[in-house]
């Protein structure tokens, strides 16, 4: 081996030399290759885009109950349509992956699945009307799916974007329904709390009517007016005790009876017939009329007497009879009067015992008030929200909310995303270069031959004096010939493959040869 630097000459020289060293290693790489791409199966891909939109109506005027994110929704949605059974129904449906079903559980097959299903998001920054900053927001999304036929592949993707339209729908429709259901039922449970509470208040009012705040002034004006009319039946009642204790005076002085007067009046004429007989005679005008009259008083007196030698209890003294029925009509009033100030004082001592007791009602009503308005301002919310929910609910059952919407749908694919036979070939041929190469320069470092006049002079010492050219024999000739045929089928049948494979894998020749053709044209 020499150790001098290589010239253009002897690197072409060496690569003639080592030519199948470099050709044979490059082209059975590239073969390789060749049949790597030839051998994988097309896998094609079907990609559908879903726009998310939002909802018709502003939210102004109807707010909706969906209040996630877009990107929860979505990736909510995402895993239920992953889920083990939906994915094995589609599996069952299609008759996806029959040559792993006797080599592979369910659950791989579904796994290899969820790896053929690629979802990716389309996101871009908008302006977040809840926190006013900017984020990234979802408006779109993509769902592919990959596998070995064109036809299936496009159907699976198509069910597959169904699915997350109708999930999406059902989804939204149904957290709109659990909304209006939830308060539904809590508007009923505090509807039956007011009702409770105006039962306890009714029942509360009329157990305590006459001492509510509402009748505090009223009992103050009843209580004001009975003290009043107490002291003015008091005054009376002084009045007609004068007026008793007079007429019990007078009436002390006057006799019951008109007998008992007719024989006092007897007494006083005897006792002033003998004061006038003491000083005048039997003759005289005022002796002569005071006998008279006293003769008078004993025939009246002895006509008045009960022949059955009875006497009456009933007074016949019409001044004495005036006078009792006069005291007896003053008892009267006055026992009246002290029975209306006992009434009066009862009625104050209940309006007092009244006042006194609103404080503590007053304290309870307002707490069972305060308590009914806040539930009415409950139920009355409630209502409001009840009333929202409903619309909203019409609103996701109308779709006129926020929605998805296919705005590509999957189409048949025309050519396999992969595997790109192209980069396979374009490989097999970067690396067949290069272990050529390396084989080719392994060789011909390893090798100790003298090929040329310069290495052997300077492996001996000594000048070379002449040089002898190759001699080819008819068999060499033969062998040459041989080989260069080789050489031109190998390569025949590499230009042949290459077709081949362009032409199933890469594109159709016919179409191929058209654009060439309309690019000529042009």
Request: net charge neutral; with cysteine.
């Amino acid at each position: 081996m020499e150790d001098t630097v290589m010239t253009l000459p002897d690197f072409a020289e060496t690569l003639r030399r080592r030519k199948w060293s470099l050709i044979l290693p490059a082209l059975f790489i590239f073969l390789m290759a060749a049949v790597i791409a030839l051998v994988l199966p097309p896998i094609y891909q079907s990609t559908a885009t879903i726009l998310v939109e939002e909802q018709e109506i502003p939210a102004e005027f109807v707010t909706t109950t969906v209040t996630s994110y877009v990107e929860q929704r979505v990736q909510t949605i995402n895993q239920r349509i992953m889920s083990y059974t939906r994915l094995l129904d589609i599996i069952n449906q299609f008759n996806l992956y029959p040559d792993r079903r006797n080599r592979f559980t369910v659950e791989e097959i579904v796994t290899k699945m969820r790896e053929d299903i690629h979802f990716e998001p389309i996101s871009v920054e908008v302006i977040d009307r809840r926190t006013g900053r900017p984020t990234a927001a979802t408006i779109a999304f993509t769902l592919s799916y990959e596998g070995k036929h064109a036809e299936t592949v496009q159907k699976v993707t198509s069910v597959l974007a169904s699915l997350f339209l109708r999930e999406n729908l059902e989804v939204r429709e149904r957290q709109t329904l659990e909304t209006t259901e939830f308060i539904g039922d809590e508007m009923k449970k505090v509807q039956a709390d007011l009702a409770k509470l105006d039962a306890k208040i009714a029942e509360f009012k009329e157990k305590h009517m006459n001492e509510l705040p509402s009748l505090l002034q009223a009992n103050f004006q009843n209580l004001h007016y009975t003290e009043s009319s107490i002291e003015r039946l008091s005054e009376q009642l002084r009045g007609l005790k004068e007026r008793k204790e007079y007429l019990e005076t007078e009436l002390a002085g006057i006799p019951r009876y008109l007998e008992q007067e007719k024989k006092k009046r007897l007494e006083q004429l005897k006792i002033e017939l003998a004061h006038l007989q003491s000083r005048f005679s039997d003759e005289y005008p005022d002796v002569i009329k005071v006998k008279a009259e006293i003769a008078k008083m004993e025939r009246e007196l002895g006509a008045g007497d009960d022949p059955m030698g009875m006497t009456h209890d009933q007074p016949d003294n019409p001044a004495y009879i005036t006078l009792a029925s006069q005291l007896a009509g003053v008892q009267a009033d006055t026992d009246a009067i002290i029975r209306q100030i006992k009434d009066l004082e009862i009625r104050a001592n209940e309006y007092r015992r009244r006042i006194g007791a609103t404080p503590r009602v007053e304290e309870e009503y307002k707490t069972l008030i305060v308590e009914q308005e806040s539930t009415q301002t409950k139920y009355e919310d409630l209502m409001r929200k009840l009333m929202e929910a409903r619309v909203a609910h019409g609103l996701e059952k109308d779709q006129k909310g926020e929605r998805f919407t296919l705005i590509e749908p999957a189409r048949l694919p025309e050519k396999p995303v992969k595997p790109n036979r192209l980069v396979i070939l374009l490989i097999g041929l970067v690396l067949g270069i290069g272990a050529g190469g390396g084989t080719a320069y392994l060789r011909e470092t390893t090798d100790q031959t003298v090929y040329t006049a310069k290495s052997l002079a300077k492996a001996t010492g000594s000048s070379v004096l002449v040089g002898i050219p190759e001699i080819k024999t008819k068999r060499d000739i033969v062998r040459g010939r041989i080989k260069k045929m080789s050489l031109a089928t190998g390569l025949l049948l590499c230009v042949v493959a290459g077709l081949v494979v362009f032409h199933y894998f890469v594109m159709d020749l016919n179409v191929f040869w058209a654009k060439v053709l309309r690019r000529m044209t042009l």
